[in-house]
Every structure is written in C-alpha cells, then in structure tokens.
C-alpha cells in the first residue's frame, strides 16, 4: 500500500506537532525551513526560506501528496506580512508548477474577521477590510483557495502553550487587565493545534470532503480578565485588577467551533482552564 507524504511549508512548532502525528501513523514527512537541522527527528529537511522569490522551486519535483503550509510574517512590518503571507503563497504555488498535490493545508488566524465589538463569529462572517496584516493574510488564503487545488484553511484563535509566555509573564508580576471594559478571546492549545491539523490531512486522505474554511478554537471564548484573574489563584499570585492590556489588532469577538467539533476532531482542552492546568503542571511557566 503506498504510503502517503506530506511536506511541511516553514515547519515550526505547529508543522513539527502535525507531522509527529502524521509520521506516527506511517505518513512521509519533510519539513521546509531555513534552518532543516531544527526539524524533528525522522523528518527530511530542505533549507530554504518561503518568503524569497524562486527558493521553493525544488517543491515539484518532491511531488508530495500533501502540503502544510504554516507561514508567519517575516517581520511585524506590513510588509514583513506581505512578505510572510501573500508573497510565500506566490513562491509555494509557483514551486509547484505542474505538480498537483491531492491535498494542501494552509494555517491562517482569526485576525482576518471584521467583528471588533465582541460579536460571535464563524466561518461565513465577514472580514476585515482596514487592518493591513490582516489584509495581507487574507490575500494569501484568496490566493490558495482560488489556485484550483484542492485547498483549506484553518484560521486559528490564540495559540498558547509554549515554555514561558507573556501572558503567564505578566500575571507572576502580579499584572493583571481591567475588568472593564469586557474583552474577549478566543484561544487553543498548541497539541490541539497540531492534533486538528493532522486530523485535517488523515481526512483528505481518506477522501473525506473538507470545507474550505474552519476556525480552529477552543469551546469557550472568554472575557480576558476572567481568564487572568483564574491564572493568578492557579499560580498563587496575589494581583487584583490593574490598567487595561494593549488591545488586540483586530478588536475582540467570540469565534464558534461547529465545524471544527463537525470534521470529527475532539479537543484535548476545551475551554483554558484544562488547557492551562496542564500548562502550570508541566513547569512551563515563567520563573518567578
């Protein structure tokens, strides 16, 4: 029985967990990054750099069944969003050529709606049309789904669990958010990250149709002072309420999962609380 392969676009930390997924159920895996030595191990490394015209012109001949396209911008700039979004698609259709994959996964981010005011939002809502980050993701995104392959996008709410964190951060200094006005966000683990990506591909694979668009989040979006002011009784941190954190870009809004929980996938931590428990039990928070 052939075996099916996937080649991971700018394989960080998300590509890496999808792939481990992937590879521990017999799949090929091969990772594009700058540095291939940082991939994990059993994965094939080519070094090259997505956002650089002509440097992915070695993807056709790969001939990968499957694509994980995992982009981020090359800097904060607007144009290091261009660069990381909009122009990586144009380099990765064009080191395609000919080559049709049966199957090509892009990861996105929620940013891209237009909802500012705390609004529910799902995959059908509208979407930005100032922001120019988001402006740049969104082209990326028009530019698969209207390549002609066989293409989905998963825009991602927050994605946390990474070693230390800001959040976590701020909190040890007993700096916490306004209550008012309410704000909300919308997170996920990254091993639900990693685990809904695989999913995603394993049902490609087995024929199974996708939509073309899927907002990946957790069961509970929630007001952000609520989630600090948990963290801080887990971690024992003596803060009360202080001035409000920055703002998102993208102003707040509250992202439904339906079609997430439809392809299938079940979320490891549905709603922060699991989510950061096994954070906070793993010692991946900052030192105090």
């Keep these: 029985m052939k075996v099916n392969s996937v080649l991971i676009v700018g394989c960080g930390d998300l590509g890496a967990r999808a792939g481990s997924h992937l590879k521990a159920s017999g799949w090929q895996v091969a990772g594009v990054r700058r540095n291939a030595a940082l991939l994990p191990p059993g994965f094939t490394g080519y070094p090259a750099d997505y956002t650089e015209e002509g440097s992915l012109g070695f993807l056709a001949a790969l001939e990968p069944d499957f694509l994980l ?10 144009e290091g969003y261009r660069r990381g979004f909009p122009g990586a698609m144009r380099n990765i ?3 395609l050529g000919a080559h049709r994959p049966r199957g090509i996964l ?24 100032e922001d120019p980050r988001a402006l740049a993701i969104i082209e990326a995104e028009r530019a698969l789904l209207d390549s002609g392959h066989t293409a989905c996008v998963v825009r991602f709410g927050g994605i946390y669990g990474a070693a230390g964190g800001r959040l976590l951060a701020r909190i040890r200094r007993g700096e916490l958010c306004a209550p008012e006005p309410v704000r909300y966000t919308n997170r996920i683990h990254r091993q639900d990250c990693g685990g809904f990506l695989a999913h995603l591909l394993l049902a490609m694979a087995s024929g199974a149709p996708l939509e073309p668009v899927y907002i990946g989040v957790d069961d509970d979006p929630a007001p952000r002072f609520e989630v600090e002011t948990w963290l801080a009784r887990e971690m024992g941190i003596a803060a009360g ?3 409000s954190a920055p703002d998102s870009p993208g102003g707040h809004k509250r992202c439904r999962n339906r079609l997430l929980h439809a392809s299938g996938y079940r979320l490891l931590y549905p709603d922060y609380r699991s989510g950061y428990r096994a954070v906070l039990e793993s010692g991946l928070t900052p030192p105090g």
């Design 69 to 78: 396209v995992t982009p981020n911008p090359a800097e904060m700039t607007v």
């Design 93 to 95: 259709l064009a080191g």
């Design 106 to 129: 892009m990861v996105s981010s929620t940013r891209v709606f237009a909802e500012r005011e705390g609004g529910w939002v799902d995959e059908t809502s509208d979407l930005e049309r």
């Design 241 to 243: 309420p202080g001035v």
